[in-house]
């Protein structure tokens, strides 16, 4: 199983993206994904995480109010909405998730910890 992001690009300040992740190969479950972002020069943090238990999610204080996480069971992706984005989102942005391969895995929480290769946003002034 990996992860594979898209959807960055260039947008200008107060523009909108969408990121998507897409999990491909055998996959039975997933119990939680996260999108994270690293700038230039500074760490990677987490932006947004969401939990199958409940289909909980939580936010950055960055990201609050502008961000929504979000998972298609279906089509095994999932997406980070972006609204009145800002010079400061610019980043490159990654997908996590502890996914379970089969109906066993899951039973044994057996999760397998998965990044995407990342996608890069970049909002201009």
């Known amino acids: 199983v990996q992860l594979v992001e898209s959807g960055g690009g260039g947008v200008q300040a107060g523009g909108s993206l969408r990121l998507s992740c897409a999990a491909s190969?055998?996959?039975?479950?997933?119990?939680?994904m996260g999108w994270h972002r690293q700038a230039p020069g500074k760490q990677r943090e987490l932006v947004a995480g969401?939990?199958?238990?409940?289909?909980?999610?939580n936010y950055a204080d960055s990201a609050k109010g502008r961000f929504t996480i979000s998972w298609d069971n279906d089509k095994h992706t999932g997406f980070l909405q972006m609204n009145s984005l800002k010079p400061e989102d610019t980043a490159m942005y990654y997908c996590?998730?502890?996914?379970?391969?089969?109906?066993?895995?899951?039973?044994?929480?057996?999760?397998?910890?998965?990044w995407g290769q990342g996608t890069l946003v970049s909002v201009s002034s």
């Open positions: 996590h998730a502890n996914v379970a391969g089969t109906y066993l895995d899951s039973v044994l929480h057996r999760y397998l910890a998965l």
């Open positions: 969401w939990s199958s238990s409940g289909g909980s999610a």
């Open positions: 190969g055998s996959l039975f479950s997933i119990r939680d």
